[in-house]
């Protein structure tokens, strides 16, 4: 075929049904109608002399011949927009794109709103699109250039990729206003095996520290509930059970529940939280401003609000 002739706007839309594997999402990611982006389709097809996709239950599945052109499209497509954005100046107070970042659970409860407010008060033009992290395959997102930015509890995982501390922490004990465990400011360890916990299970915030620790005073844990992080506030100020917990994201529910957070009768492990990209990134200005934005956010979070206070 005359490759001069192919409009390369149709590779963008064979990557997003590519990505998608399905017309109507692909449609909806590149702001179109899905009977122009099947006509878009059919025109690529006729062009490369190939069905491209085929419809099954699952979705639109590529052809032998588009599995194998996926990856340099996907490829020659990053690299133009990398090209592009390295070389245009960029002013946040201009600025029209939106940053795809994204977040583990306690980095979503903990930095969500105050980086939307410092990102709202700084760029107007510039929208957020959080995407949860404990279900894909970061490395190859971030490599797909799908994703802009991670922030949670994770470290780089490979050379092609950067990473910086952005705070770290302590476990706390979270539990109802009232609760008749609670005893100056702190729950003393045979409260915390006295009482049923609840077992935050969708943070991979491992608390068997805690088992540990009671064994060691003949103590044993009840575990009661586990339960993602969403359910945590509904059911402990329902309840008499406690949850060991990162702490800040313990006080964050405490700010908006009818929740306490006790101080750990013992010196708990450090949970750390940072930011990784792909160092492809580094020197690009929108790109750049957006980890500033990150690191003056969680310059906040730097200590902890008790250590802070006294």
Not at 201 to 227: C, M, N, Y
């Amino acid at each position: 075929m005359n490759w001069r002739q192919l409009d390369l706007n149709l590779l963008v839309i064979f990557d997003a049904v590519v990505q998608e594997r399905s017309a109507s999402r692909a449609a909806a990611r590149l702001n179109m109608s899905q009977p122009a982006l099947s006509h878009a389709l059919a025109r690529l097809r006729s062009s490369l002399g190939d069905e491209l996709f085929v419809r099954t239950p699952s979705g639109m599945e590529p052809t032998p011949y588009a599995e194998r052109l996926a990856s340099p499209v996907r490829a020659a497509l990053e690299n133009l927009r990398l090209g592009l954005e390295g070389a245009a100046e960029f002013d946040p107070n201009t600025a029209e794109r939106c940053f795809t970042i994204a977040v583990d659970n306690s980095a979503a409860l903990i930095l969500a709103a105050p980086l939307a407010a410092a990102i709202a008060a700084e760029a107007t033009g510039i929208g957020l699109n959080l995407r949860p992290s404990g279900t894909i395959d970061l490395a190859e997102r971030l490599d797909r250039g799908e994703i802009d930015l991670a922030l949670g509890g994770l470290a780089a995982p490979g050379e092609r990729f950067a990473d910086r501390r952005l705070f770290d922490g302590g476990f706390a004990v979270l539990l109802r206003r009232g609760h008749p465990a609670e005893r100056n400011e702190t729950l003393d360890l045979d409260a915390l095996g006295a009482f049923p916990h609840l077992i935050v299970s969708s943070t991979r915030e491992g608390t068997e520290f805690v088992d540990v620790e009671l064994a060691r005073h003949g103590l044993q844990r009840h575990i009661a509930l586990r339960a993602p992080l969403l359910a945590t506030p509904a059911v402990l100020a329902q309840s008499d059970m406690l949850a060991v917990l990162g702490e800040r994201a313990a006080r964050e529910f405490a700010r908006v529940a009818p929740l306490e957070v006790l101080q750990l009768p013992f010196v708990s492990p450090r949970l750390q939280t940072a930011m990784l990209w792909h160092r492809r990134f580094d020197d690009v200005a929108a790109h750049a401003w957006l980890r500033s934005i990150v690191l003056r956010v969680a310059r906040a979070f730097r200590r902890p609000r008790h250590d802070a206070a006294s």
